[in-house]
C-alpha cells in the first residue's frame, strides 16, 4: 500500500488538506491519481470563491473519466493553481507538492481536525 503523508489530512472523498496558519492547501491524493489516471484537465473556481466543507468545487478530467472536487473545509478560496491550466500533470507527477489545486483561508479551523489522519485514510483505504 502506497505511503500517505502524515503531515496531512484526508477525506473519503480523496482530497487532502495541509494546515498552513489559517490556511488549508487542498489536493488530491495518490490513490485518487491512481484511480483517475492521466490527468487532462483541471477546472477550478476564482479567488474569492465562497466554499463549504463537503461540497463541489470544480472537477478533474483524466483519460478514463471525469470526477467532482469536494472542499474538505469551509472557508474562501484564496488562490488556484495556475500552473494546472496549461499543465494539468503535475497532479500526476507530484500530487502532493507541484499538483496542489486551491489554497482556502479556513473559516473554522476545527474542521481540519475532523479529517483523517494518514493511518485512518490507510485504513479507509483497505475497506474501499
Do not use: C
Not at 487532502?16 to 490556511?23: K, N, P, Q
Not at 499538483?99 to 481536525?113: F, Q
Request: glycine letters at 8%; proline letters at 5%.
Amino acid at each position: 500500500m502506497a505511503h500517505y503523508p502524515s503531515d496531512l489530512r484526508y477525506t473519503k472523498d480523496h482530497e487532502w488538506a495541509r494546515l498552513e496558519g489559517d490556511i488549508v492547501v487542498v489536493g488530491v491524493t495518490a490513490f485518487a491519481v491512481s484511480e483517475l489516471g492521466d490527468i487532462a484537465h483541471v477546472e477550478l473556481p476564482e479567488p474569492g470563491t465562497e466554499v463549504d466543507a463537503e461540497t463541489a468545487f470544480g472537477d478533474i478530467e483524466s483519460v478514463k473519466t471525469a470526477s467532482e472536487l469536494f472542499a474538505p473545509v469551509s472557508g474562501e478560496i484564496t488562490e488556484i493553481n495556475e500552473d494546472l491550466a496549461d499543465q494539468p500533470e503535475l497532479v500526476n507527477d507530484s500530487p502532493y507538492g507541484e499538483g496542489w489545486l486551491v489554497k482556502i483561508k479556513v473559516s473554522d479551523s476545527s474542521e481540519v481536525d475532523k479529517l483523517m489522519d494518514a493511518g485512518a485514510y490507510e485504513g479507509f483505504l483497505g475497506n474501499v
